[in-house]
């Protein structure tokens, strides 16, 4: 176990992750902060007019807002959507629409958003991070494999960046990596610096 | 356990890792292709008038070379440094360097390039990735935090990206992201169907 490195202005804060994802946690735990998960039970819908980041801003003040929170908490809130060709791509409502979105990310260059909101009961930080992800030219039996192996009925625009169609089909990406698997951990850990 | 997914113009061959990097090992075995690890024991060195891809390339086919290679084997040889203001940046020698590497690419953007090799007794295929990483200004608490507690000397640039420091301190990267781990997948993934 590693000493971890402290930041000084949160220290007298409790660090209340919102969050169900296995994988923000995973992600926070990296900067070595204590923190505890509880999650937040909100509708996520948004006005219509909205678009990109405005969308994952507003979700992430949404679940901000309805956290229970009490003094001495600080808490940090998330969302993140996938944007391609004007539309939103969020969790596909079952396998064929998880294909049909793989197929149309296929062989283009998307743009993931992920929203964050640190809110204490004084003090509410909102605020985006955008990446560029270029998906291969992904063959029908490469996405029919990956939906039917592994199932990302979880995951906007239907892929893990860190499963197996991540590995086969990104050729690149432009930005934060860390963004495009929901949690932008290097502009957070600046943010809580500054918070 | 997932079903792996075949690549049919190798499946008579036997896959060969040829480095004792575990990042290399974890990255190779996202693909769900069954191989074993070998070492093979060279001196890392190569002409000076060499720059840039020229090193890696070169390095990945003497590695290659080098490896007491068998009818139906397929054996993946790589190489990886950190590129930064003309000046290679390998593993450091020793804490002092290693803080040093950091100092200077702290704030800037780097390159990072791989070299892979695909040999069998039959046929050679050498290429290399290329892609670009940008530090955040980082302070000397910072610096000397990371070396310290991670004291990465066993890689090039005095970083690894999924450590600490790749959390804090990676604004963006610009192209592949498991090539700056050590091998870039995605196109490995792409020359072993093509091979």
Not at 34 to 46: A, I, L, S
Not at 164 to 180: K, P
Request: charged residues 25%.
């Amino acid at each position: 176990m590693k000493e971890p490195f402290k930041i000084k202005n949160i220290a007298h804060l409790q660090l209340i992750l919102a969050s169900q994802s296995p994988r923000r946690k995973e992600l926070l735990s990296k900067l070595g902060l204590d923190f505890k998960t509880q999650n937040v039970d909100v509708e996520e819908d948004f006005p219509a007019s909205l678009q990109r980041e405005e969308i994952v801003e507003f979700l992430a003040k949404k679940k901000a807002d309805a956290f229970p929170i009490k003094p001495q908490q600080l808490v940090i809130t998330a969302d993140t959507i996938v944007w391609h060709e004007n539309q939103l791509f969020g969790k596909p409502k079952d396998i064929a629409d998880a294909k049909a979105m793989l197929r149309q990310l296929s062989g283009h260059t998307h743009e993931v958003f992920t929203g964050v909101g640190l809110t204490t009961t004084h003090k509410q930080r909102i605020f985006s991070v955008r990446s560029e992800v270029r998906f291969a030219p992904l063959s029908d039996e490469e996405i029919d494999y990956y939906i039917d192996t592994y199932r990302p009925l979880d995951k906007a625009g239907a892929y893990g960046i860190q499963e197996w169609i991540g590995f086969v089909g990104i050729e690149a990406i432009s930005g934060s990596f860390w963004n495009v698997m929901g949690l932008p951990i290097q502009r957070l850990y600046q943010e809580l610096r500054n918070f």
